[in-house]
């Protein structure tokens, strides 16, 4: 990891693989000892959005919010190749190499370990977190990797956009499922909560931060005070997803391996094509990370949600969806130390 990394983030956050599977193991032993607390949880349910899961989510985000203004939105747009990159990778390129290497996987590479019916569910659950590229948990890696705040913004915003006309088109093509129910109540109450509300909170508090405190004072001293917010709102999301999931993942464990393979090459392929094609395009170090973590990453608030629909809460594709989550965070954190330590790739004007 670079000095800069290693300067601005902290140990805890240099260790947080350790803290993730850690919370992964209380969310899973709360599901199986303490049912009554997820049964609780699952009461405060609007539009199949899990409210407390929404607060933790929001809280990951605001952080980032606050470091937000829109002269630097304006500036970000100006330059739109890292977008076009990241929007040609998430919409034309990754749902379909998400279908072809599960279908390569469940059918072929593991055609006898898993019953057909099943494999092709978890094919469904596989399309579903590649035809939902990541929004919310996104700010989490930008802000792991120094991405351009401004430009993560814009990206989540274009892609909240995109998921309300191409999502269900492509998951009917990919699956041929010709009556495709996408919980639009869902993805719009998603799209205000993790994205309209805390930017408009954020514009508010630092607006009145640097008229009253100045911006020297809010830069480097009231944001700080944030820093770990964000992985504590990641840490309490996973206890409570891992809660209400746990049994299904201790009933299945070999095949929560089995899954979880054609997902992490998924996840590597959609990071490597992004991050050199930014590096083809000469895209700055702080435009090419998050465009490579927001192209590998996940929606999988969506497609949990929508495979719960679809499918059914013990379907194989909510079980893939979950397992989905299980895999993305340690990779991903594997993925932010591989952006930070070839950050010296893109200084292209050294």
């Not at 309490?236 to 809660?243: D, G, V």
């Not at 083809?280 to 192209?295: E, F, R, T």
């Not at 497609?303 to 629909?309: C, D, G, N, T």
């Amino acid at each position: 990891m670079s000095k800069v990394a290693k300067k601005d983030i902290s140990v805890f956050e240099r260790y947080l693989t350790v803290w993730v599977l850690l919370c992964m193991a209380i969310g899973i032993l709360i599901g199986q000892f303490f049912p009554q607390i997820p049964d609780l949880l699952s009461r405060f349910e609007y539009y199949q959005v899990s409210v407390p899961t929404a607060i933790l989510i929001w809280i990951m985000i605001f952080p980032m919010m606050l470091k937000i203004d829109f002269a630097s939105i304006l500036n970000a747009t100006k330059k739109p190749k890292g977008l076009l990159l990241t929007t040609t990778v998430n919409w034309l390129i990754k749902p379909f190499t998400m279908f072809f290497i599960a279908s390569f996987f469940f059918l072929i590479v593991f055609n006898g370990l898993i019953e057909s019916d099943l494999a092709r569910e978890y094919i469904a659950g596989a399309v579903l977190l590649g035809a939902a590229p990541c929004t919310a948990m996104v700010f989490v890696w930008s802000k792991l990797t120094n991405g351009d705040p401004a430009y993560t913004l814009v990206q989540v915003s274009v892609n909240d956009i995109i998921i309300l006309v191409l999502f269900a088109p492509i998951v009917a093509l990919l699956l041929g499922v010709g009556n495709v129910v996408v919980p639009w109540n869902t993805l719009l109450l998603s799209t205000v909560l993790f994205v309209v509300v805390p930017l408009v909170l954020g514009i508010v508090v630092r607006k009145l931060m640097v008229k009253n405190k100045g911006k020297e004072y809010f830069e480097k001293t009231f944001i700080s005070k944030f820093d770990r917010v964000t992985m504590a709102g990641l840490l309490l999301t996973l206890i409570i997803i891992f809660s209400f999931q746990g049994e299904r993942i201790v009933q299945n464990p070999v095949h929560i391996v089995l899954i979880s393979i054609p997902l992490i090459i998924q996840t590597l392929l959609i990071f490597g094509v992004t991050y050199f094609g930014a590096y083809a395009c000469k895209l700055p170090y702080n435009i090419a990370a998050p465009s490579a973590m927001i192209g590998a990453s996940n929606f999988f608030e969506l497609s949990v949600a929508v495979a719960i629909s679809l499918f059914g809460l013990n379907s194989g594709a909510t079980l893939a969806t979950v397992v989905g989550v299980l895999v993305e965070v340690p990779v991903m954190l594997m993925l932010v130390k591989v952006a930070n330590q070839t950050q010296n790739w893109f200084d292209f004007n050294k």
